[in-house]
């Protein structure tokens, strides 16, 4: 009787620590899914602005001269490595009329469109990416804009001797470096280009947010374009192209690093995060399908188990439960008698979880999986609620 009454405690604290995990969870995903205050955001883009603004007004020393000298230098690498072709393109562009113009305004104003259509497409219809895709598009900017500052170069088109052609200019192109609206704004700001970045950023977070196979596809040609665009009509090199793309790629893995993770809790009964940056909690949450047939594993709860069990040792008991709308949580009971799970779209979601992931055994809430647990004494007091904190 006395093992069974054991048994039977335990158990109840098993199931109390899935119910304070998955309240945990539920309103973690619920704040996420919460839109911020717009204003926040308009705040947060005039701040970005204003840095932009700053650093371009306070220029180091010989600031023009070390940006003609860097963009100099930029096309002589290229020259070194057979891939400057900038003012072939260049050339070609300028003699193509109608061709030209349309060049000149898809240069001025696409990026920013582009942009635009993508936060508020974000922020109204996948509000649980917006936070993701808002943070990647501020470090991007973060990171150009000290670039511009510590290290400034001219584009193609502002090398004297150079041979090229200031089509965006020449054409008299509206909002652009050819109208007096635009006259003080920095034009020494050629690396990184944040044409191509802004595009890119776009087309990643349509892509992550699960836009519609089309508007994706219409991304993608976006950034080819653009990247054609800038180079031919005299804005920026290639290298500019290739250090937009790297500004956004590490924007996305400072988004990922810091967007959390799986919540555990250690035999000890503190909380702690399952390496974010392979198991983001957003990946690892899929909403409930109407799809008869089970939703496939994705990376994240992959990289959510395997980290797991490389924490806490193997063999890993793994139990499925099913928590109604959510899906399915698959409790996991480290060597160690730590507790985590990872939740998924549906039971047979799970399964096929359990079977993938080497040193992880299916068990039941029997004698045997809860003498396994191990519950720490601040996990204790956190089951027992606040009266039991008095």
Same mark, same amino acid.
């Given at each position: 009787?006395? &093992?069974?009454?054991?048994?039977? $405690?335990?158990?109840?604290?098993?199931?109390?620590?899935?119910?304070?995990? %998955?309240?945990?969870?539920?309103?973690?995903?619920?704040?996420?899914?919460?839109?911020?205050? $717009?204003?926040?955001?308009?705040?947060?883009?005039?701040?970005?602005?204003?840095?932009?603004?700053?650093?371009? /007004? =306070?220029? =180091?020393?010989?600031?023009?001269?070390?940006?003609?000298?860097?963009?100099?230098?930029?096309?002589?690498?290229?020259?070194?490595?057979?891939?400057?072709?900038?003012?072939?393109?260049?050339?070609?562009?300028?003699?193509?009329?109608?061709?030209?113009?349309?060049?000149?305004?898809?240069?001025?104003?696409?990026?920013?469109?582009?942009?635009?259509?993508?936060?508020?497409?974000?922020?109204?219809?996948?509000?649980?990416?917006?936070?993701?895709?808002?943070?990647?598009?501020?470090?991007?900017?973060? =990171?150009?804009?000290?670039?511009?500052?510590?290290?400034?170069?001219?584009?193609?088109?502002?090398?004297?001797?150079?041979?090229?052609?200031?089509?965006?200019?020449?054409?008299?192109?509206?909002?652009?470096?050819?109208?007096?609206?635009?006259? /003080?704004?920095?034009?020494?700001?050629?690396?990184?280009?944040?044409?191509?970045?802004?595009?890119?950023? &776009?087309?990643?977070?349509?892509?992550?947010?699960?836009?519609?196979?089309?508007?994706?596809? &219409?991304?993608?040609?976006?950034?080819?374009?653009?990247?054609?665009?800038?180079?031919?009509?005299?804005?920026?090199?290639?290298?500019?192209?290739?250090?937009?793309?790297?500004?956004?790629?590490?924007?996305?893995?400072?988004? !990922?690093?810091?967007?959390?993770?799986?919540?555990?809790?250690?035999?000890?009964?503190?909380?702690?995060?399952?390496?974010?940056?392979?198991?983001?909690?957003?990946?690892?949450?899929?909403?409930?399908?109407?799809?008869?047939?089970?939703?496939?594993?994705?990376?994240?709860?992959?990289?959510?188990?395997?980290?797991?069990?490389?924490?806490?040792?193997?063999? &890993?008991?793994?139990?499925?439960?099913?928590?109604?709308?959510?899906?399915?949580?698959?409790?996991?009971?480290?060597?160690? /008698?730590?507790?985590?799970?990872?939740?998924?779209?549906?039971?047979?979601?799970?399964?096929?979880?359990?079977?993938?992931?080497?040193?992880?055994?299916?068990?039941?809430? !029997?004698?045997?999986?809860? %003498?396994?647990?191990?519950?720490?004494?601040?996990?204790?007091?956190?089951?027992? /609620?606040?009266?039991?904190?008095?």
């Amino acid at each position: 009787m006395g &093992a069974t009454s054991s048994d039977a $405690w335990y158990t109840g604290c098993v199931l109390t620590t899935g119910s304070v995990t %998955s309240t945990t969870r539920d309103s973690t995903d619920r704040r996420r899914r919460r839109r911020p205050r $717009w204003w926040v955001e308009i705040l947060l883009g005039l701040l970005l602005f204003g840095l932009y603004a700053l650093l371009g /007004g =306070l220029p =180091l020393p010989g600031h023009e001269r070390r940006a003609v000298a860097n963009g100099e230098d930029i096309l002589a690498l290229e020259a070194v490595l057979h891939t400057d072709f900038e003012r072939s393109v260049n050339h070609w562009l300028a003699d193509r009329g109608w061709l030209t113009i349309v060049a000149n305004y898809e240069y001025a104003f696409s990026y920013l469109a582009v942009t635009l259509i993508t936060l508020v497409w974000l922020y109204r219809r996948r509000p649980h990416h917006y936070g993701w895709g808002r943070n990647v598009f501020v470090v991007v900017n973060v =990171l150009a804009i000290l670039c511009f500052w510590l290290y400034p170069v001219a584009p193609p088109r502002l090398l004297p001797e150079a041979g090229f052609l200031d089509t965006v200019r020449l054409g008299g192109t509206w909002g652009s470096w050819g109208s007096p609206m635009l006259d /003080g704004a920095n034009q020494l700001a050629a690396m990184p280009s944040l044409h191509l970045g802004w595009a890119l950023w &776009a087309s990643v977070a349509l892509g992550r947010g699960g836009a519609p196979r089309p508007a994706q596809v &219409a991304s993608a040609v976006h950034v080819a374009v653009t990247f054609v665009v800038i180079v031919a009509t005299g804005n920026h090199y290639w290298l500019d192209a290739l250090g937009g793309a790297v500004v956004v790629g590490l924007g996305v893995l400072a988004a !990922d690093a810091v967007g959390g993770g799986a919540v555990t809790w250690t035999a000890s009964g503190r909380r702690s995060l399952w390496r974010p940056r392979l198991a983001p909690y957003t990946d690892a949450v899929t909403e409930t399908t109407t799809n008869s047939a089970a939703p496939a594993v994705k990376s994240a709860q992959f990289a959510a188990a395997r980290a797991f069990v490389a924490d806490h040792g193997k063999p &890993a008991k793994a139990v499925v439960q099913r928590i109604g709308r959510a899906g399915a949580r698959v409790v996991l009971v480290g060597d160690d /008698g730590a507790l985590g799970d990872v939740v998924v779209p549906s039971v047979e979601t799970g399964e096929a979880l359990i079977e993938a992931v080497d040193g992880v055994e299916a068990a039941e809430w !029997d004698a045997e999986t809860v %003498s396994a647990t191990v519950i720490g004494p601040e996990h204790r007091r956190r089951m027992a /609620g606040p009266r039991a904190r008095r």
